[in-house]
């Protein structure tokens, strides 16, 4: 039994560190899509060999959509199964806590430099009401709506409210369907084949190029299918016989799927739907087997686990700082603005994780959020009935408290 318990425990953390190991591929590519503004990325993209590799972003945020939406929906599912009540409010709120511990700090940080730096690069830019999008989870839409407007250094952050958004949808299906699966997997299905038919209809549409990479209806098909992974897991049972191979193929895939979507009009057409497919497979055989000791020591080694748990700060920091950075050096040759960017990139990054995303962390898994979980009416009914009720003076130390006498919780 106790050799079982290990081998699951270690199964856990291999597919934990593939997880983790290919997020940290998407934040890198996401990183080198961004440094533009600090290497000549003009001479990069000649080479055609290197071109894919600098205009990935929209690759990479697949990836980030596809694995978080799974996580997350299994999460939601497992709940629902163990016969656990989903509190859509406290659910909401845990997420928009969880997202909103880095981001605020970076919102600060933003405004306090902008009332601070002398040489502004965004005489036009509305930076209060950009703040306010980001901070309301509505900045993608107000990036479609106001471009010339909207800070470009902020762009990045669209990821955010999309992800939010989404999450709330998903949210509001499983509770709804939770325990009518292939209704709920239905649903999903349906609006993934109509994410995807509207986008190629956006894309098509004069200027629709910007829109269709930034609306939340012509973005969805990423997440919607790392839902879909997660509902569909336990009737795919057939696969797992072959889990093994198929998340070794749908890993090696991803390599040409890279190239085939380094262009917008590639990514809107149907290599964008081959990206999700593989996405869907490598999310499911990674849940259904462990990788082979090759796979595991390159997409799971240490170096993009730790990437890939450090995404979300790495993401947040890296694009504002660039900026930062690319207008205070207009002198200095590019190889060192870029070292500089690299090494602010991750100082910063860091001191945000260990100051801000670990206590964010901590307070969510603490006592008083546990409570929660069983709503926030019980909850706030539980804390009324404790604040009346009559205190209980304390016994002298030689006196003997029988226990059914004792002070019990509520």
Same mark, same amino acid.
């Given at each position: 039994?106790?050799?079982?318990?290990?081998?699951?425990?270690?199964?856990?953390?291999?597919?934990?560190?593939?997880?983790?190991?290919?997020?940290?591929?998407?934040?890198?590519?996401?990183?080198? &899509?961004?440094?533009?503004?600090?290497?000549? /990325?003009?001479?990069?993209?000649?080479?055609?060999?290197?071109?894919?590799?600098?205009?990935?972003?929209?690759?990479?945020?697949?990836?980030?959509?596809?694995?978080?939406?799974?996580?997350? %929906?299994?999460?939601?599912?497992?709940?629902?199964?163990?016969? %656990?009540?989903?509190?859509?409010?406290?659910?909401?709120?845990?997420?928009?806590?969880?997202?909103?511990?880095?981001?605020?700090?970076?919102?600060?940080?933003?405004?306090?430099?902008? #009332?601070?730096?002398?040489?502004?690069?965004?005489?036009?830019?509305?930076?209060?009401?950009?703040?306010?999008?980001?901070?309301?989870?509505?900045?993608?839409?107000?990036?479609?709506?106001?471009?010339?407007?909207?800070?470009?250094?902020?762009?990045?952050?669209?990821?955010?409210?999309?992800?939010?958004?989404?999450?709330?949808?998903?949210?509001?299906?499983?509770?709804?369907?939770?325990?009518?699966?292939?209704?709920?997997?239905?649903?999903?299905?349906?609006?993934?084949?109509?994410?995807?038919?509207?986008?190629?209809?956006?894309?098509?549409?004069?200027?629709?190029?910007?829109?269709?990479?930034?609306?939340?209806?012509?973005?969805?098909?990423?997440?919607?299918?790392?839902?879909?992974?997660?509902?569909?897991?336990?009737?795919?049972?057939?696969?797992?016989?072959?889990?093994?191979?198929?998340?070794?193929?749908? /890993?090696?895939?991803?390599?040409?799927?890279?190239?085939?979507?380094?262009? *917008? #009009?590639?990514?809107?057409?149907?290599?964008?739907?081959? =990206?999700? #497919? %593989?996405?869907?497979?490598?999310?499911?055989?990674?849940?259904?087997?462990?990788?082979?000791?090759?796979?595991?020591?390159?997409?799971?080694?240490?170096?993009?686990?730790?990437?890939?748990?450090?995404?979300?700060? =790495?993401?947040?920091?890296?694009?504002?700082?660039?900026?930062?950075?690319?207008?205070? &050096?207009?002198?200095?040759?590019?190889?060192?603005?870029?070292?500089?960017?690299?090494?602010?990139?991750?100082?910063?990054? *860091?001191?945000?994780?260990?100051?801000?995303?670990?206590?964010?962390?901590?307070?969510?898994?603490?006592?008083?959020?546990?409570?929660?979980?069983?709503?926030?009416?019980?909850? =706030?009914?539980?804390?009324?009935?404790?604040?009346?009720?009559?205190?209980?003076?304390?016994?002298?130390?030689? *006196?003997?408290?029988?226990?059914?006498?004792?002070?019990?919780?509520?």
């Amino acid at each position: 039994m106790v050799l079982l318990m290990e081998q699951a425990t270690a199964s856990h953390d291999t597919r934990d560190r593939l997880l983790d190991g290919i997020r940290g591929v998407a934040i890198v590519l996401v990183v080198l &899509s961004h440094g533009w503004t600090l290497w000549p /990325t003009e001479k990069l993209l000649s080479h055609k060999t290197l071109n894919p590799w600098f205009t990935s972003g929209n690759f990479a945020v697949s990836i980030f959509f596809v694995v978080g939406a799974f996580l997350a %929906t299994r999460t939601l599912l497992r709940r629902v199964d163990s016969g %656990t009540d989903l509190h859509v409010g406290v659910i909401s709120v845990r997420r928009y806590v969880r997202l909103s511990g880095q981001l605020y700090v970076l919102l600060i940080a933003v405004l306090i430099v902008t #009332a601070t730096d002398t040489a502004s690069a965004y005489p036009n830019a509305d930076t209060g009401a950009s703040v306010f999008r980001i901070a309301t989870y509505t900045w993608n839409w107000f990036l479609v709506g106001h471009a010339l407007t909207a800070r470009p250094d902020l762009g990045h952050l669209w990821y955010l409210s999309v992800d939010f958004q989404i999450f709330l949808l998903v949210l509001a299906l499983v509770y709804l369907l939770g325990r009518r699966r292939a209704w709920l997997a239905l649903s999903l299905g349906t609006l993934l084949v109509a994410a995807l038919l509207w986008r190629s209809h956006v894309f098509g549409l004069d200027g629709g190029a910007y829109r269709a990479l930034l609306q939340t209806t012509t973005r969805m098909d990423a997440p919607l299918t790392g839902a879909l992974a997660a509902v569909l897991l336990p009737y795919l049972g057939v696969l797992r016989r072959f889990a093994r191979p198929l998340l070794v193929v749908s /890993t090696v895939a991803l390599v040409p799927v890279l190239v085939l979507t380094d262009t *917008e #009009a590639s990514f809107v057409g149907w290599p964008g739907v081959v =990206l999700d #497919a %593989t996405l869907f497979l490598f999310v499911v055989t990674c849940a259904m087997s462990t990788a082979p000791r090759l796979l595991e020591r390159t997409l799971g080694s240490a170096p993009l686990a730790f990437l890939g748990r450090r995404s979300l700060s =790495l993401y947040l920091w890296h694009y504002p700082l660039f900026w930062f950075i690319s207008r205070h &050096s207009g002198g200095w040759a590019w190889e060192s603005r870029a070292a500089v960017g690299m090494v602010a990139m991750f100082a910063i990054s *860091e001191l945000s994780e260990r100051l801000v995303e670990t206590r964010v962390q901590r307070m969510l898994r603490s006592e008083r959020w546990r409570e929660l979980d069983d709503g926030i009416p019980q909850f =706030l009914g539980t804390r009324i009935r404790g604040w009346w009720r009559a205190p209980v003076e304390p016994s002298r130390p030689d *006196e003997t408290v029988h226990p059914a006498d004792r002070d019990q919780p509520v």
